[in-house]
């Protein structure tokens, strides 16, 4: 991508699992013909004590409401 203009970002969640999420995301034109990047990310809840994976709260792995 050069320059200014409009482009569709794409981003949904993955799967989320007991400590972790895998969310990805898609640049697209807005006509959906072009791909300019894709990509993924995961992230690991830690316990900032032992520094290892911790179970989600109730309150993060809630779905937001409508």
């Known amino acids: 991508m ?3 203009g409009e482009i569709t970002v794409h981003f949904w969640i993955e799967r989320i699992g007991d400590t972790s999420v895998d969310y990805r995301f898609r640049l697209v034109s807005p006509d959906g013909e072009s791909v300019f ?3 993924r990310r995961l992230s690991v809840r830690l316990d900032p004590a032992t520094m290892k994976p911790a179970t989600w709260t109730d ?3 809630s779905p937001p409401p409508p």
């Open 59 to 61: 309150a993060a792995a």
């Open 37 to 39: 990047a894709e990509g």
């Open 2 to 4: 050069r320059g200014t």
